[in-house]
């Protein structure tokens, strides 16, 4: 008979694991199955990684299906610096080591020979080093029948569900994270707003008062409303308002949307960062800098974040 737990936040199910929403790089699963004469133990961590990074730790017992172990991995977990363990713990009192009595006697020999060769004597504790010697003590590896690997790879396949629904949990937190975000700066675009038109007034009325301070007495006026138009035109956001917009409103439909699509998120924070950078440049407007700064200081906390989804 075996008994089965699962280390799985309850407010997660198994069935949320397969909706198209974020995941955290970030991992955790642990399955556990007792069988008459041992507990099986399966652990499995994950950090973030730009590629699946797998280290694992097997029992010489299950060490011949390490590649179909890894190809478990593998198909369910993608990316991430990933450490899979399974551990053994054996109930029943059977030592599964063995005094090796050829491999000693034939040691003893060799340190009695040597011993006369060089006319000392044989030490007193000679068979305590003989037993650290290489093959004295013999441990023996019993076979891994069919019946045993598959409850293996059954533990293997639920440590994997609570890894999977631990990832899905932390993916809501950054999802969370992500739409506050992005509603700041969705929040401090519509304030652009307001000191847009303000900045177009106020940028002609100073080329005017410069132009009067040059005390020139007559200057072409069609030629300088040329100009003006040039310049404000090369000052003009709106194209770079409506990407922003753009770009804010992709970022959270792919979020949404779409599964483990980490790496297209952080290339559309990058084009966020470019629109965000150009309205910057072209603000040449005190308080629309100061909401720009504000944008920069709400993407750098997403572009920290981005590099832990899946």
């Given at each position: 008979m075996t008994k089965l737990f699962i280390y799985l936040d309850k407010k997660t199910t198994f069935a949320e694991t397969n909706q198209k929403m974020i995941q955290s790089m970030t991992g955790?699963?642990?399955a556990v199955t007792e069988l008459p004469n041992k507990k099986i133990s399966v652990e499995i961590k994950s950090l973030n990684s730009k590629q699946l990074d797998l280290n694992t730790k097997i029992p010489a017992t299950y060490r011949e299906k390490e590649i179909e172990i890894?190809?478990?991995?593998?198909?369910?977990?993608?990316?991430?610096?990933?450490?899979?363990?399974?551990?053994?713990?054996h109930v029943d009192t059977t030592?599964?080591?063995?005094?090796?009595?050829?491999?000693i006697e034939n040691y003893y020999e060799q340190i009695k020979e040597i011993s006369n060769k060089l006319n000392i004597e044989v030490p007193p504790d000679c068979l305590s080093v003989i037993l650290r010697l290489p093959e004295a003590i013999k441990t023996e590896t019993a076979e891994l029948d069919e019946a045993e690997w598959n409850t293996v790879k059954n533990t293997i396949s639920?440590?994997?569900?609570?890894?999977?629904?631990?990832?899905?949990?932390?993916?809501?937190?950054?999802?969370?994270?992500?739409?506050?975000?992005?509603?700041?700066?969705?929040?401090?675009?519509?304030?652009?707003?307001?000191?847009?038109?303000?900045?177009i007034e106020k940028i002609k009325a100073r080329m005017m008062d410069a132009l009067k301070k040059t005390?020139?007495?007559?200057?072409?006026?069609?030629?300088?409303?040329?100009?003006?138009?040039?310049?404000?035109?090369?000052?003009?956001?709106?194209?770079?308002?409506?990407?922003?917009?753009?770009?804010?409103?992709?970022?959270?439909?792919?979020?949404?949307?779409?599964?483990?699509?980490?790496?297209k998120l952080g290339f559309i924070t990058q084009e966020i960062g470019r629109e965000v950078n150009t309205l910057g440049?072209?603000?040449?407007?005190?308080?629309?800098?100061?909401?720009?700064?504000?944008m920069k200081d709400e993407l750098e906390q997403v572009k920290e974040q981005i590099l832990n989804v899946l």
């Amino acid at each position: 008979m075996t008994k089965l737990f699962i280390y799985l936040d309850k407010k997660t199910t198994f069935a949320e694991t397969n909706q198209k929403m974020i995941q955290s790089m970030t991992g955790f699963g642990k399955a556990v199955t007792e069988l008459p004469n041992k507990k099986i133990s399966v652990e499995i961590k994950s950090l973030n990684s730009k590629q699946l990074d797998l280290n694992t730790k097997i029992p010489a017992t299950y060490r011949e299906k390490e590649i179909e172990i890894r190809n478990m991995l593998s198909q369910t977990i993608e990316r991430g610096k990933v450490d899979f363990f399974v551990s053994i713990e054996h109930v029943d009192t059977t030592i599964p080591s063995k005094i090796n009595p050829g491999i000693i006697e034939n040691y003893y020999e060799q340190i009695k020979e040597i011993s006369n060769k060089l006319n000392i004597e044989v030490p007193p504790d000679c068979l305590s080093v003989i037993l650290r010697l290489p093959e004295a003590i013999k441990t023996e590896t019993a076979e891994l029948d069919e019946a045993e690997w598959n409850t293996v790879k059954n533990t293997i396949s639920k440590a994997l569900k609570a890894f999977v629904a631990f990832r899905v949990q932390e993916g809501k937190m950054l999802q969370k994270v992500f739409k506050s975000k992005l509603k700041t700066i969705a929040s401090l675009l519509q304030e652009i707003e307001r000191y847009d038109a303000e900045r177009i007034e106020k940028i002609k009325a100073r080329m005017m008062d410069a132009l009067k301070k040059t005390e020139l007495a007559s200057y072409d006026e069609n030629r300088f409303e040329q100009e003006l138009i040039y310049y404000i035109e090369r000052l003009d956001v709106s194209e770079e308002k409506v990407r922003l917009d753009n770009h804010l409103k992709y970022f959270t439909e792919t979020m949404e949307t779409e599964k483990n699509q980490g790496r297209k998120l952080g290339f559309i924070t990058q084009e966020i960062g470019r629109e965000v950078n150009t309205l910057g440049s072209k603000s040449n407007h005190a308080e629309m800098q100061k909401l720009v700064v504000r944008m920069k200081d709400e993407l750098e906390q997403v572009k920290e974040q981005i590099l832990n989804v899946l």
